[in-house]
């Protein structure tokens, strides 16, 4: 393998990570914006909206797979398997960061 190439296929893997990272803010404003829109819906003294938000949060771990199951395929028949590695290496971070979040805030006793 040449340098070039080698290049090419960290650049690729780090394209990939960052389109997941566009991903994840794409999923972000939607559990935000379904939070706000539940709150309006609901109004005075519910806390609906927040319920929202904070299972959203929680639960994003499984979020993600309702996208990154079917970009790593799509990523797959379009031969950029460096950028599908970086949309898995993404998501596994993102699981990480997650779960220790979910441990710390008293998810697991």
């Known amino acids: 393998m040449s340098p070039s190439n080698n290049r090419n296929e960290i650049f690729q893997t780090i394209l990939g990570i960052l389109l997941l990272l566009g991903c994840h803010i794409i999923a972000m404003i939607i559990i935000f914006a379904l939070g706000y829109l539940v709150a309006l819906h609901y109004r005075s003294g519910s806390y609906a909206g927040l319920q929202v938000w904070i299972i959203g949060s929680l639960g994003f771990l499984f979020w993600q797979l309702l996208y990154v199951i079917p970009l790593c395929i799509f990523l797959q028949?379009?031969?950029?398997?460096?950028?599908?590695?970086?949309?898995?290496i993404g998501a596994a971070l993102t699981a990480l960061l997650n779960g220790g979040c979910f441990l710390m805030l008293g998810g697991w006793r």
Do not use: E, Y
């Open 77 to 88: 028949r379009k031969r950029l398997i460096a950028m599908r590695n970086g949309v898995v």
